[in-house]
């Protein structure tokens, strides 16, 4: 006997998708932490943008703050204000992992992937936003 599933609407899979790319984020800078060198770099004032400054933490935080905004703004925004947000900030993320990926070790191109095929599937599933019938 077939199982009843409910449909999911787009809002609540694109809100999911941010909130599990957000995570692989998180999780993708804490192994980092792991690579030998990166913890005395990090006391030594190194951060992922060069030296360590108010200004480079502000940027790498509006950074993560963006999937962690995109969760609640998926969900409230109006339909056209947030398909269109969704595009653009998908399109963004994605361009910007893929600066990233270049001489990264193996956990991070893998968590990177996953993120792309997430930042993807955004794309995919704002592009397609279901259209109201007449």
Same mark, same amino acid.
């Given at each position: 006997?077939?199982?009843?599933?409910?449909?999911?609407?787009? *809002?609540?899979?694109?809100? +999911? /998708?941010?909130?599990?790319?957000? #995570?692989?984020? &998180?999780?993708?800078?804490?192994?980092? /932490?792991? *690579?030998?060198?990166?913890? *005395?770099?990090?006391?030594?004032?190194?951060?992922?943008?060069?030296?360590?400054?108010?200004?480079?933490? /502000?940027?790498?935080?509006?950074?993560?703050?963006v999937p962690a905004v995109m969760i609640f703004l998926s969900?409230?925004?109006?339909?056209? +204000?947030? %398909?269109?947000?969704?595009?653009?900030?998908?399109?963004?993320?994605?361009?910007?992992?893929?600066?990233?990926?270049?001489?990264?070790?193996? #956990?991070?191109? #893998?968590?990177? /992937? &996953?993120?792309?095929?997430?930042?993807? +599937?955004?794309?995919?599933? +704002?592009? %397609?936003?279901?259209?109201?019938?007449?």
């Open positions: 006997m077939p199982l009843h599933d409910l449909k999911i609407h787009v *809002r609540f899979k694109l809100s +999911a /998708l941010w909130t599990a790319i957000m #995570f692989c984020y &998180v999780y993708g800078d804490f192994w980092g /932490l792991y *690579r030998p060198g990166n913890l *005395r770099d990090i006391l030594e004032g190194m951060g992922p943008l060069g030296p360590t400054s108010q200004g480079s933490l /502000l940027a790498v935080s509006v950074l993560l703050a969900l409230v925004l109006p339909p056209q +204000a947030a %398909r269109w947000l969704n595009l653009l900030v998908g399109v963004a993320l994605t361009g910007i992992v893929l600066v990233t990926l270049p001489g990264a070790w193996t #956990f991070y191109v #893998f968590m990177s /992937l &996953v993120e792309i095929a997430m930042q993807l +599937a955004v794309i995919g599933y +704002a592009w %397609r936003w279901p259209r109201q019938t007449p």
